[in-house]
């Protein structure tokens, strides 16, 4: 693949006092605009590599580069290209929505003009404008992560990182991320996404890699996938691969 804006070789994670290692030797490209779906079960290794990726975690040996740029000593860089949303919400429960969405935005260095308007604008999108002066310790479970992804998004990132962001949501908030995530995915985003939920991922993402004791068990567009497992849907072929 040329020029991937993720180039990961053989890169390998133990946290202290573990007996085996969270990423093990991990190789993995993404490509510009791919929608890019790490999957794999509990303790897979999944939130260690977005972790490492966002630089919020160190790692042993090996590369991970985004952008040209080297994770370990070049993060200044690629934090203003990256969006980050976490698999807990990261939000303060005492300050609305409104000012959770200006605070953050402002710690981007985006002008109040610009910033209005794209809160407007992700608020619109989102159908939460009429909940953007509640305290956001008051909102729904999936109005929080909805929240939580606008946050990542003010700033117009080139690259999104989601870990689990549907987890735990009712319908219409999961329907609503879901689609507003298809849209950004059609419009050039790359996004880099983290499930259990075999069914969305079939739905959302382009390309898959599954991974299994921090490792990659197989990687490739979901449908080639399943046609050379001879299955008939991404749940089955994650059983057959994470229990090998």
Known sequence: MENPVIN???????????????????TLQVGQGMFFGLLGPNGAGKTTIISILCGL??????????????????????????????????????????????FFGG????????LNERIQLYLNDFGLTSHRRKKSGRLSGGMKRQVNLIAALLHKP??????????????HSRQAIVENLQYLHRNGMTIVYTSH??????????HVALINRGRVVCEGIPNELMGEASVSFLEELFIKKTLQ
């Open 107 to 114: 710690m981007y260095g985006l002008r109040k003009d610009e």
């Open 197 to 206: 939920d075999m069914k969305e991922a079939e739905q959302l993402c382009s």
């Open 57 to 102: 975690r160190s790692y042993d040996s090996g590369q991970a580069i985004i952008h040209g740029f080297e994770a370990r000593h070049k993060m200044q860089y690629i934090k203003p290209l990256i969006g980050v949303v976490p698999q807990d919400i990261a939000l303060y429960p005492e300050l609305t929505v409104d000012e959770n969405l200006h």
């Open 158 to 171: 080139a690259l999104l990182f989601l870990d689990e962001p549907t987890v735990g949501v009712d319908v």
């Open 8 to 26: 990961i070789q053989n890169l390998s994670k133990t946290y202290r006092q573990a007996s085996h290692p969270s990423v093990d030797g991990l």
